[in-house]
């Protein structure tokens, strides 16, 4: 299998439930980030690890916890979430943080809170 | 800070018609620059990317072109098809720490 693959694709839960959400990538890269899609909203930046150490948490709430155990692998735990936080959440992973680099993202966790 | 204005949508057209979808940019120095396209049910892949003033980036028959002078990376293609319709995104990553930041995204629809 090749690509970034995110687990589950859809996911409902209640504000007061504790869920997490999977990246895995087969790409031999060492950057992997979250970023969330809202509808009628830029995709907002969540968290960036390079080399498993997180350098970017772009203001995110707490109840969103992000959990890098290696460079292949990539997490976010949730926990009592707000209907606002319906969203899509996606993954991406790059070979550096350079500039020139690109990213590729995994199809996405369709969330939603109710 | 750095940001990425885009059209706004949705744009529909028909097959085989012309398709420009406007991109500028506000960023420190020289950035690199990114067209993105989401399918339907599907994460962002990368379209096509310039680095360095003048260049132009292409694939699958679209066409990108880095203007300095008018900060701008539009995306033309000049006969779509259905499988076109698609949601696009410009990006940014400049200095000093090379995120990704994009526009808003233009979904395109076209007809058959």
């Known amino acids: 299998e090749t690509g970034v693959t995110q687990t589950p694709r859809h996911l409902v839960m209640g504000m007061t439930n504790k869920k997490s959400l999977k990246c895995e990538q087969h790409l031999g890269h060492n950057a992997m980030y979250w970023y969330k899609q809202s509808a009628k909203k830029p995709l907002e930046l969540m968290f960036v690890y390079n080399f498993k150490e997180q350098t970017e948490n772009n203001s995110v709430p707490s109840r969103f916890s992000p959990e890098c155990p290696n460079s292949s692998h990539l997490f976010l735990h949730l926990h009592t979430l707000q209907p606002e936080d319906s969203a899509l959440y996606l993954c991406?992973?790059?070979?550096?943080?350079?500039?020139?680099?690109?990213?590729?993202f995994g199809q996405g966790t369709r969330l939603t809170v109710v | 800070g750095d940001s990425v204005t885009q059209m706004e949508g949705p744009v529909t057209l028909s097959e085989e018609a012309f398709l420009t979808i406007n991109c500028t940019y506000t960023?420190?120095?020289?950035?690199?620059l990114f067209w993105y396209v989401q399918y339907p049910g599907e994460g962002l892949q990368l379209l096509l990317k310039?680095?360095?003033?003048?260049d132009k980036g292409s694939n699958k028959g679209f066409e990108a072109t880095y203007r300095k002078e008018t900060t701008s990376f539009h995306l033309e293609k000049g006969s779509v098809q259905v499988s076109d319709s698609a949601v696009y995104f410009c990006a940014l990553k400049s200095r000093p720490d090379y995120k990704l930041s994009f526009g808003a995204g233009t979904t395109v629809t076209v007809r058959a």
């Open positions: 310039a680095t360095k003033a003048d």
């Open positions: 960023a420190t120095g020289y950035p690199s």
């Open positions: 991406a992973s790059s070979q550096d943080l350079g500039p020139n680099t690109e990213a590729f």
